[in-house]
C-alpha cells in the first residue's frame, strides 16, 4: 500500500527587525565619566541663576518689588562708590576665610574651626600692638606675621588628634571655636578691656597698626586678599604639590599607594589654611575694627564654608564667590533698613543658594540617557 505524499513545509519568512513604539522607550540614570570645564560652569551658571530667581520670588512675595531689587543689587551696589567701598571691604576677610576653607577641604580635612583661627589670629595681632613690639615702621608687618603664627598654631591640635588618633576634625576644631570665643572674652572683659571707656574691647590701634587705605577710600585689605589668592591659585594648579594635592583629594589610599607624600601635603595645607584664617582676623581687626572686639568674627566661619563649596575649591573662583556673598550681605543690610526685610531672609538665601549649588552637583556627575525596551 503506497504512503501517502507528505505536503511540502511551508517557506518560512525572514523575521523584521521589531519597531519599538515611542511610548516603550525608557531613559536611564548613569555616571558621567568626565564633564568638559565649560559646560560644568554652565551648569553652576544655572543652579546660581535659579538660586536667585526663587529668592528674587520670596523678597517681591515680602513686598519688595523687582525695581528695587534690581537697583538695590546692581545700580546702588555697584555703580555707587560708597557702596562699592563697603562691598569689597567686606570681601577682603571673606576672600581669606574662603581660601582657608578651599585650602584644607582640598586636602579633605574638613576644617570647621575658621572662626577659632580668625580670633586668634587677631589676638596674636593685638598682642603685638598692646606691647609696641618692633619698630612703628616694621609693626603692621609684624602684627600680619603674628596673624598668621596664631592662626596656624590653633590649628595644630585637630591636625594632629585627625592625623595620630583618628579624631574626627569636623568635632575637634568646631569646639575649639567656642574655647577660642571664651579665651577672647576673658581678654576683652579684663586685662585687655579699653581703660579710656572700660568698654569690653582692646584699646585702640595706633594710625601705623591700621590697614591702610589705597585711593579715595578704598582698603588695601582687598588688594592683599586677591594677591594672596592669586599664590593660593599658583599652588594648587600650577605647582608640582597641587598636582599632588589632587590625587590625595581622588583617593588618599591610592595616592599614598603610588609614592604621593599624602601626610606631608595634607599638613602644609592645614597649617596654610589655618594661618589665612588667621591673617582674615588680622584684616578685621586692622581694617574694619581699628581694635579687638569680642565679637568680629560673628558670620565668618559659615561664610567661608559657604565660598569654599560654591567655588568648588578653586582659588580664584573663591575671590569671585566672596566678592558676590560680601553684595550680598551689603545689600541685605540695606533691605533691612529700608525694606524692613529681615536678616533670616538674607540666611534664607545663602540657604537657597547652596541647595541650589548642591543640586547642580547632580548633573554634572550624571547624564539621563535614552535607551529602547525591547
Not at 208 to 226: K, N, T, W
Amino acid at each position: 500500500m503506497a504512503s501517502a505524499p507528505i505536503p511540502p513545509a511551508p517557506e518560512t519568512a525572514t523575521p523584521r527587525p521589531r519597531r519599538v513604539p515611542l511610548l516603550a522607550r525608557r531613559y536611564a540614570l548613569e555616571v558621567r565619566q568626565q564633564l568638559a570645564w565649560p559646560w560644568q560652569a554652565l551648569i553652576l551658571a544655572l543652579a546660581v541663576l535659579a538660586g536667585a530667581l526663587v529668592s528674587g520670588a520670596i523678597l517681591v512675595a515680602a513686598g519688595v518689588s523687582p525695581e528695587d531689587l534690581l537697583d538695590e543689587f546692581i545700580v546702588q551696589t555697584f555703580f555707587d562708590a560708597q557702596n562699592l567701598r563697603a562691598v569689597l571691604f567686606q570681601a577682603a576677610p571673606m576672600v581669606m576665610v574662603g581660601l582657608a576653607a578651599a585650602l584644607a577641604f582640598r586636602a579633605r580635612f574638613w576644617n570647621l574651626g575658621l572662626e577659632g583661627q580668625m580670633i586668634f589670629g587677631a589676638i596674636g595681632a593685638t598682642f603685638v600692638s598692646i606691647h609696641a613690639i618692633g619698630p612703628q615702621a616694621a609693626r603692621l608687618w609684624l602684627m600680619a606675621g603674628a596673624a598668621l603664627l596664631c592662626g596656624l598654631l590653633w590649628v595644630v591640635l585637630p591636625a594632629v588628634l585627625k592625623m595620630r588618633l583618628a579624631i574626627n576634625e569636623i568635632i575637634s576644631s568646631l569646639m575649639l571655636n567656642y574655647v577660642a570665643a571664651n579665651f577672647l572674652l576673658h581678654l576683652v572683659y579684663g586685662a585687655w578691656k579699653d581703660p579710656r571707656d572700660s568698654f569690653p574691647y582692646s584699646p585702640k590701634f595706633a594710625p601705623f597698626e591700621r590697614l591702610p587705605d589705597i585711593a579715595d577710600g578704598f582698603s588695601s585689605a582687598i588688594v592683599l586678599a586677591l594677591l594672596v589668592a592669586v599664590a593660593a591659585w599658583w599652588f594648587v594648579d600650577k605647582s608640582r604639590a597641587g598636582l599632588y594635592l589632587r590625587f590625595v583629594h581622588a583617593s588618599a589610599r591610592v595616592a599614598d599607594a603610588v609614592g604621593v607624600p599624602v601626610k606631608k601635603l595634607v599638613w602644609a595645607s592645614v597649617l596654610a589654611s589655618g594661618a589665612l584664617a588667621g591673617l582674615a582676623g588680622f584684616m578685621v581687626a586692622a581694617g574694619q575694627e581699628g581694635r579687638l572686639t569680642q565679637a568680629f568674627y560673628a558670620g565668618y566661619g559659615f561664610s567661608g564654608i559657604l565660598i569654599a563649596f560654591l567655588a568648588r575649591n578653586n582659588p580664584l573662583a573663591a575671590s569671585v564667590v566672596a566678592i558676590l556673598v560680601a553684595t550680598l550681605f551689603v545689600a541685605g543690610r540695606s533691605l533691612q533698613v529700608f525694606y524692613q526685610i529681615p536678616f533670616s531672609m538674607v540666611q534664607l538665601i545663602q540657604a537657597i543658594l547652596v541647595v541650589c549649588v548642591a543640586s547642580s552637583d547632580f548633573f554634572i556627575r550624571h547624564r539621563i540617557r535614552r535607551v529602547a525596551a525591547y
